[in-house]
């Protein structure tokens, strides 16, 4: 297998709490403290996305709510496009790439107006084809699409529509289980195989978004073929809300961030039979006939 250099994604997402001060915090931890490549956070259209009923129910974890209903507690963590184009502008001052998961067409317009590089899709919308099916023709960036929840079929029928509209060369795939946080036993590293040896040369990229506890397994991810890696990121996994408690704190993506990109150095054959390392200790050491 020919390895390619990971690029890791720090999933913000709504961990900022609804604060953009806190956001940007998150991008300056992210880069300076944990050098990622990219940063994630989310978009959704809530009116557009929720039903009526959706919506003005409770929360299912009220601890976690920020709102007396569902609605009010999404519409209190989201932020304006404007918003959003500040904090891109925040991430470029820090070399890192902005990006960020669209829930809905809108969303899906209003973040492609800000030319990221890359926009996600979670496994929650990987159905909506509509939105699939603009973002091909409207945006010219990378369209990465998770497939956690998703059957064998709905994941082909992904795949496509992308190459029905020319655009499988900007598509990633990523190996995920939908879940917060994931048993180890539900990761399920092996689907990254199966979905390389399935899509590897019809898409750009085999991605894995974990969920998980710890960072060994994103290890076992890229020797496995994934090529980008995302966790959700958190400053305190204490807070409150809903994806901290699967998240890494700076000091657990700082670690990953690093051994991803010296796994990925060592994940080489010797040059010649004998390193010039050992030849040193070839000398002194090797056993010799008396």
């Not at 969920?211 to 959700?232: F, K, M």
């Not at 305190?236 to 990109?261: V, Y």
Request: proline share 3%; net charge neutral.
């Amino acid at each position: 297998m020919k390895y390619k250099e990971p690029r890791v994604i720090a999933e913000i997402g709504c961990n900022h709490m609804g604060d953009i001060e806190i956001a940007k915090e998150f991008i300056k931890m992210a880069s300076i403290f944990c050098q990622v490549d990219v940063v994630k956070f989310q978009k959704r259209n809530n009116k557009e996305l929720l039903t009526k009923e959706q919506y003005n129910e409770p929360h299912p974890n009220p601890w976690n709510s920020y709102g007396k209903t569902y609605g009010e507690h999404r519409e209190f963590l989201e932020f304006t496009s404007i918003q959003h184009q500040e904090l891109k502008e925040y991430c470029e001052q820090f070399g890192l790439v902005y990006s960020s998961s669209v829930w809905d067409l809108t969303s899906a317009k209003e973040i492609a107006a800000l030319k990221p590089e890359l926009i996600k899709i979670p496994s929650a919308c990987n159905n909506n084809y509509k939105m699939l099916e603009w973002l091909c023709n409207n945006y010219e960036g990378e369209i990465h699409v998770s497939l956690g929840m998703t059957s064998h079929d709905e994941e082909e029928k992904i795949v496509r529509t992308f190459e029905k509209n020319g655009r499988a060369k900007d598509l990633v795939l990523y190996a995920c289980t939908s879940g917060y946080p994931v048993p180890v036993e539900d990761v399920c590293l092996l689907e990254i195989s199966r979905l390389v040896q399935t899509y590897g040369q019809r898409v750009k990229e085999i991605g894995f978004s974990g969920h998980h506890n710890g960072i060994a397994l994103d290890i076992a991810a890229l020797t496995l073929g994934a090529t980008t890696i995302e966790r959700h990121f958190t400053l305190n996994r204490t807070w409150k809300g809903t994806d901290h408690a699967a998240s890494l704190e700076p000091d657990g993506l700082r670690r990953l961030a690093r051994d991803l990109k010296n796994t990925y150095k060592a994940l080489t054959y010797k040059k010649e039979e004998v390193l010039n390392i050992e030849k040193i200790q070839r000398e002194k050491l090797k056993y010799r006939e008396r």
